[in-house]
């Protein structure tokens, strides 16, 4: 998966275009599956002790990945937490942090105590709809009523 990263941008017009469509679709597939991957801190922490989170090929990849932020990509996303994660991933200081495990441990704390709050939170207000909904509808007042 880390190949991936490099992009090459010789030989696209001289491929039919049943092949560039294939390729483009890889090329998709492949970079959502791995913007993905980033909402994952162990993954995270995995780059960063071996080195890529420092190699500026890879920062370049990284900062060209970007463009998932836009709706028309975001929209792909099943976890959407990955582009907050890009986006710290353009700091240094964060990238450098993540090689110590203990940091992608927090983070991953952090994560499971959101998506704890985030769905008691939900399941609360699905419920509380459900009852509005479910409660019997009156008119409501008139404001001329007042005037006869």
């Known amino acids: 998966m880390l190949s991936c990263y490099c992009v090459f941008a010789s030989g696209v017009r001289s ?13 998709f597939q492949s970079e959502l599956e791995f913007v993905q991957c980033l909402a994952n801190p162990n993954y ?14 890879f920062i370049n990849y990284l900062k060209y990945l970007l ?19 890009l986006e710290l991933l353009q700091y240094e200081h964060f990238r450098k942090e993540l090689v110590n495990a203990q940091c992608a441990k927090f983070i991953d704390e ?23 909904q479910q409660a019997p509808q009156q ?5 001329n009523a007042a005037a006869k």
């Open 110 to 132: 952090q994560q499971l105590l959101h998506w704890q709050h985030y769905s008691r939170k939900r399941t609360r207000l699905q419920q509380a709809l459900a009852e509005q």
């Open 139 to 143: 008119p409501p007042p008139h404001g």
């Open 44 to 57: 995270l922490n995995f780059l960063a002790q071996r080195g890529y989170l420092r190699e500026r090929p």
């Open 67 to 85: 463009y998932w932020k836009e709706p028309e990509y975001a929209k792909f996303l099943k976890y959407p937490h990955c582009l907050h994660m």
């Open 15 to 27: 491929l039919p275009l049943a092949r560039r469509s294939d390729d483009a679709r890889n090329r």
